[in-house]
T-cell receptor
């Protein structure tokens, strides 16, 4: 069966510091991968998606970036965090054509101080 | 373009009462529809999905939803609420295509009163 991991689970970082969140998927190959941010009362905001290694699409301009160095690894980064980057970050994957649902990881709670 | 509207950001029900969470969608093509549940500080878990087969869809934990094209609705129901159903519920819409963008509603927090 497929599983998705995210780490760290929680993170407290000062403004201006760098960020690296990692997501890995097991049990599937060539998944579509997604990064979302969830802020209180605002639902899920799609940040990035990737349909293959090195292929990244950005949905919202911001000071975050994403990379996919391996088929089942997705990384969210920032060079300098802002207070507004605080939130709950979720990674998700979806599978082969015809399987339209997305499956989510456990999330990372980021607090920028 | 596609969107979903969840009516009621907070819903309270008594334990044992009917749960009804409302979702209306907008889509220019036949949609695929989903309901997800999120417990505090956890990821989203898929409850059920509609992908153009049966209009009444049964999911996990006793939940079901009915696709009504004429009303553009996909409401989530459960006959009898349990305390463990207290969580946030998200309706979502997608469509066929190589890249499956999913659009989520803003969520409905369900409170179950003992």
């Amino acid at each position: 069966s497929q599983t998705i991991h995210q780490w760290p689970a929680t993170l407290v970082q000062p403004v201006g510091s760098p960020l690296s969140l990692e997501c890995t998927v097991e049990g599937t190959s060539n998944p579509n991968l997604y990064w979302y941010r969830q802020a209180a009362g605002r639902g899920l905001q799609l940040l990035f998606y990737s349909v293959g290694i090195g292929q990244i699409s950005s949905e919202v301009p911001q000071n975050l970036s994403a990379s996919r160095p391996q088929d089942r690894q997705f990384i969210l980064s920032s060079k300098k965090l802002l207070l507004s980057d605080s939130g709950f970050y979720l990674c998700a994957w979806s599978g082969a054509p015809g399987l339209y649902e997305q499956y989510f990881g456990p999330g990372t709670r980021l607090t920028v101080t | 373009a596609q969107s979903v509207t969840q009516l009621g950001s907070h819903v309270s029900v008594s334990e044992g009462a009917l749960v009804l969470l409302r979702c209306n969608y907008s889509s220019s093509v036949p949609p695929y529809l989903f309901w997800y549940v999120q417990y505090p500080n956890q990821g989203l878990q898929l409850l059920l999905k509609y992908t153009s087969a049966a209009t009444l869809v049964k999911g996990i934990n006793g939940f079901e939803a009915e696709f009504k094209k004429s009303e553009t609705s996909f409401h989530l129901t459960k006959p009898s609420a349990h305390m463990s159903d207290a969580a946030e519920y998200f309706c979502a819409v997608s469509r066929a295509g190589g890249y499956q963008k999913v659009t989520f509603g803003i969520g409905t927090k369900l409170q179950v009163i003992p």
